[in-house]
């Protein structure tokens, strides 16, 4: 039994992530607390300043989670008159639900497109054959912390009058052509959800954007579409962020572009230690800014069995996703659809543990572990 503890490998150990800065995070608690003051306060102002200059954008809205900020955003864009109920927003068949939730809470259409294999991210070559009359906006996912951005989806974006919304849930930090995810499109929704690369202790989330009216719109939603205390503009929601959180993320925020720099690390570990025939590995990207490894996710036929055996060797590892979103319950009129390679994905995706905090053994019992199936 000991033994068997002392080689498990454990998917993410949030404990270990966070005791990292357990002094510092208990004294801002300790700072909020003694405050009287928890809500719409110093620490989510000074977030807000603080992640504006991370990411060189000029408007950062703080909100209650990572769905809330995709739902502000178009609820936002519905409330300018730029989109209206039953207007199409195209976006990844392979992404997380959330995605899909936030396009049909506002009453709006998703219309999934394939993923490419080589990135698992939204294949762009395929999305001007999605577009339609009433196609609004195109949503990509920076999925496993990979960018999804090209040249050519900016272009197809202006040619079409396309606002890109990008979910930047899984990327915070990574880096396109000098410019940082969340940055690259007309707004982006993130997630500070406490397993994503930069997470809070508890749920948070944001909006970055460009547009300062979509900003002041969103701001006012996110309060009870109030801007002016007891005066209502909107039918807003209540998506605040706790003080406790904004004090939390500022002090995580610090440590960011190291923590991603270590995931980027145990990716190339994993990249040149796993040599398994029967497994693909993910591709990286050049430059590899481009990628802050949320998830580092491999392909195997026999996926399933992989899962068993690294189980077995005391790897812990999760299916990001078994089940796609148009395969889904809660989405039974979009069964009759297919969608072979997002299919194949959710047949063949395993996620390794990776993490800031992973040490060198363990990494080395992962890759002995994978390297042993046959
Ligand atoms: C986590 C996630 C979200 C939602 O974030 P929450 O903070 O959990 O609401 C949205 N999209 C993607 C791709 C995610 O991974």
């Known amino acids: 039994m000991f033994q068997q503890h002392q080689n498990q490998v454990r998917f993410l150990d949030l404990a270990s992530v966070n005791s990292r800065y357990s002094e510092d995070l208990k004294l801002i608690a300790a700072e909020i607390i003694e405050s009287g003051w928890y809500l719409l306060g110093e620490q989510n102002n000074l977030l807000q300043t603080d992640l504006s200059a991370y990411l060189k954008s000029p408007n950062v809205v703080l909100c209650a989670n990572g769905l809330d900020a995709l739902r502000l955003i178009l609820r936002g864009y519905i ?107 007309d707004a982006a929704g993130f997630s500070f959800y406490p397993g994503k690369n930069l997470g809070a202790l508890g749920d948070a989330g944001a909006v970055a954007t460009n547009d300062e009216e979509l900003a002041s719109v969103v701001r006012s939603i996110a309060n009870y579409g109030s801007s002016k205390k007891y005066y209502n503009d909107y039918q807003g929601l209540n998506s605040r962020m706790d003080e406790l959180q904004a004090g939390f993320l500022r002090i995580k925020l610090k440590h960011i572009d190291a923590e991603n720099e270590q995931r980027r690390n145990v990716a190339k570990a994993f990249s040149t230690g796993i040599t398994n025939s029967c497994i693909a590995l993910p591709e990286h990207p050049t430059p590899e800014t481009e990628h802050v490894w949320h998830l580092y996710v491999v392909r195997c036929e026999r996926r399933d069995a992989l899962q068993t055996h690294l189980k077995n060797n005391g790897v812990e590892t999760l299916i990001h996703y078994p089940v796609p979103p148009h395969r889904q319950r809660a989405y039974s009129q979009m069964s009759h659809m297919t969608f072979p390679l997002t299919e194949r994905l959710s047949d063949e995706v395993l996620s390794l543990p990776i993490s800031p905090v992973i040490s060198q053994r363990d990494i080395q019992l992962v890759i002995e572990a994978v390297n042993s199936f046959r």
């Open 79 to 185: 409330e300018l008159g730029h989109m209206k109920a039953g207007d199409e927003v195209i976006v990844p068949a392979n992404t997380y639900i959330a995605s899909i939730l936030a396009i049909t809470d506002n009453g709006l259409v998703p219309v999934l497109v394939e993923p490419d294999l080589a990135t698992n991210n939204l294949d762009i070559s395929k999305v001007e054959r999605a577009l339609t009359p009433r196609t609004r906006a195109i949503m990509p996912v920076h999925l496993y912390g990979r960018i999804c951005y090209s040249d050519e989806l900016d272009r197809i974006a202006k040619a079409n009058k396309l606002k890109v919304i990008e979910d930047n849930a899984q990327a915070f930090g990574a880096v396109w052509q000098g410019r940082r995810s969340g940055t690259l499109g």
